[in-house]
């Protein structure tokens, strides 16, 4: 069950040569919910909730309102 876990959270190269071993629920779980390393784990996408948030409401991202200040009008 965990294999194929990795496999669709995009992780199990990363967890490969992190943990040069057979897939165990502590590791896997570390990789998926605490790295926020891991595009496709819990803590990253996590961190870009208020960003995507955002976004949906039709506001943009705080780049790209940076970059529409810095331009002249």
Not at 20 to 35: N, Y
Not at 49 to 69: D, F, M, T, W, Y
Request: with cysteine.
């Amino acid at each position: 069950m965990l294999e194929p876990l990795l496999e669709i959270a995009d992780s199990a190269m990363t967890y490969r040569r992190r943990y040069f071993a057979q897939a165990e629920l502590a590791t896997v779980l570390d990789l998926l919910l605490c790295d926020s390393a891991t595009r496709l784990g819990w803590r990253f996408q996590l961190a870009r909730s208020p960003n995507h948030a955002a976004i949906c409401r039709g506001i943009p991202p705080p780049e790209v309102l940076a970059e529409q200040k810095r331009l002249p009008a």
